[in-house]
């Protein structure tokens, strides 16, 4: 990882230094994204199952699980993973359950009632990562609050493995929702696949869940497509953005960083600190831990694009923190907690040295499909209220038009809209 002294660069390189490396690639990206479209709309299943073999390397005469293989998901599970699993669902339903909205009503005005109700999206489709890892975890993250919210039906594509399987720990994780249907579609032509729909695909009102580069324009292709469906947010490459002072762990802030290299070679990780010790210290331990990964390869490539950064103190690291608006935000910091208010912009924050990001990742209870690419300015996380649309509802009586109705019609004749005011204006003539 490179090393720079934020107080020394000039503004075009401060903006350098900050660029996602898919930002680097996007023109390529999107072009191939808008060709996989494009096919996909005028071959239908024919080209998925094209796409599949070319970018999985496996031929499937069908893509949706079956029963059989869904049963034979837990035998194939080993009984600790599938501890693990029902452990983790049972708080990210509990974090999630408790967050849930609730619709409400109010008289606004005598005679005059308006409401707001919630209601499922009713076909959603989610998208779970399986490239060069495969990832139950997102399972769980996009099926629970899929269910909570009630959504009458759950599509979920997941890339197949070489034999043509899914990954059954995936399958295990998904039957978090009863009736779940899953497909074995990765990539961009998955993401097409549930936002135009085929013969064997459903299409989706509502796409979900994070990717690759690809899968992340695919999402907003999607969406700007007429008559597209909604997408939840970009969710693209993984990235982290610690800030230390001098008393972090150096071992574990590391960790941290690799934990988020090893995600894939688009992947970000950046390290602010005011203290040169801590940065020294922190890129030895890289050098020390990175060999020892499996991933290490993935791992060392991301590291390229990655930075450590020299800042003047934690305020400022806060404050580039807050114009990056990483996925994942760490604070390893003595007093983590007093700096939570100055956080503008995050998909999620972890405190301290004892709350490592793999937490949120898996079992802490919060969800991991977080805004990426900066988007976390806007965005948030996923929750039980991405799955729903509410609807607003208003009563009035003959005594609520009278009470209110003088109003609308004044705004209304003052905007020039006449036939407003007047369908405002003949009901209060008929309710004196």
């Known amino acids: ?51 599949t073999l070319r ?9 949706e699980v079956e029963a059989a293989e869904f049963d034979a998901a837990a035998t194939r599970v080993a009984a600790p993973v599938q501890a693990a699993i029902a452990e983790a669902a049972g708080r990210i339903e509990a974090f999630h359950r408790a967050g849930m909205a609730a619709g409400y009503a109010l008289e606004t005005a005598p005679g005059l009632r308006c409401e707001r109700v919630l209601r499922p999206i009713r076909r959603v489709g989610l998208y779970v990562p399986a490239g060069s890892a495969p990832l139950p975890s997102t399972a769980l993250m996009l099926t629970i609050p899929a269910r909570l919210a009630g959504c009458a039906e759950i599509i979920l594509c997941t890339p197949p493995r070489k034999d043509g399987s899914a990954d059954p720990a995936v399958l295990l994780a998904a039957q978090q929702a009863p009736g779940v249907r899953v497909f074995k579609l990765g990539g961009a032509q998955a993401i097409a696949a549930m936002a135009l729909g085929s013969a064997r695909i459903p299409r989706c009102d509502k796409l979900f869940g994070p990717g690759n580069g690809w899968v992340d324009e695919a999402k907003r292709q999607a969406a700007q497509r007429p008559g597209g469906p909604a997408i939840d947010m970009p969710a693209g490459p993984s990235e982290v953005l610690v800030i230390a002072d001098a008393g972090a762990n150096p071992t574990f802030v590391a960790a941290d960083l690799l934990s988020q290299a090893e995600h894939g070679p688009d992947s970000q990780v950046l390290l602010l600190s005011d203290s ?34 020299r800042t003047a103190d934690i305020a400022q690291a806060i404050a580039i923190s807050n114009r990056y608006a990483p996925e994942h935000l760490i604070l390893a910091l003595h007093d983590a907690e007093n700096w939570v208010e100055q956080v503008d912009n995050a998909g ?38 991405s799955f729903q649309k509410a609807i607003t509802v208003q009563d009035a009586s003959r005594a609520g038009i009278a ?30």
């Open 1 to 51: 990882m490179k090393c720079f002294d934020w107080n020394r660069l000039d503004a075009r390189e401060r903006e350098d230094i900050l660029q996602r490396p898919v930002q680097a690639v996007s023109e390529a990206v999107r072009s191939g994204v808008q060709a996989v479209f494009a096919d996909v709309q005028a071959r239908g299943d024919r080209a998925l199952h094209d796409f």
């Open 55 to 63: 970018f999985d390397g496996v031929a499937l005469s069908a893509f």
């Open 276 to 309: 040169d010790a801590l940065l020294d210290a922190v890129a030895e331990q890289i050098a020390q831990q990175l060999p020892q990964l499996p991933r290490a390869d993935i791992a060392r490539q991301a590291l390229a694009s990655s930075r450590l950064i």
């Open 348 to 385: 999620s924050i972890f405190l301290g040295d004892y709350t490592p990001e793999a937490l949120g990742d898996y079992c802490s209870g919060s969800n991991h499909v977080l805004p990426t690419g900066g988007a976390a300015r806007a965005w948030s996380g996923l929750s039980v209220a």
């Open 403 to 432: 009470r209110v109705g003088p109003c609308a019609a004044t705004l209304a004749r003052a905007e020039g809209l006449v036939a407003h005011a007047r369908a405002v204006e003949l009901r209060l003539e008929a309710a004196a």
